[in-house]
């Protein structure tokens, strides 16, 4: 069975940095678009950056020149470095990826929690 495994969450103070991984294992063939969603308190999962396969990014405006989506394909990981860092962005961060295994579907990491201090 395929799972994505998030680390690298916690505590920061407003202006931070933090990096957040996540790594895919199990039968994997390979794997298409990797992204990073995030869910604050009483708000809907929101979509915060992708990648492609080919590398191709697509970020939410409000993270646009603060957070960088990287991704290591022979590591099946994906990164979100995350600097300059708002109360606002505090929420759990799901990390998501399109993995063709014995099926082709989308699998969810269980999140890791970011919170920012003001």
């Known amino acids: 069975q395929v799972q994505l495994v998030e680390s690298g969450g916690g505590l920061v103070q407003a202006g931070g940095s933090l990096r957040l991984s996540c790594a895919a294992s199990g039968i994997i063939f390979s794997i298409n678009d990797m992204g990073w969603y995030r869910q604050a308190p009483g708000k809907e999962r929101e979509l915060v950056a992708a990648?492609?396969?080919?590398?191709?990014?697509n970020y939410a405006d409000s993270v646009k020149g603060r957070f960088t989506i990287s991704r290591d394909n022979a590591k099946n990981t994906v990164y979100l470095q995350m600097n300059s860092l708002k109360p606002e962005d505090t929420a759990v961060y799901y990390c998501?990826?399109?993995?063709?295994?014995?099926?082709?579907?989308?699998?969810w990491g269980r999140g890791t929690q970011v919170t920012v201090s003001s």
């Open positions: 998501n990826a399109n993995i063709a295994t014995i099926i082709t579907r989308s699998f």
């Open positions: 990648i492609t396969s080919g590398g191709s990014t």
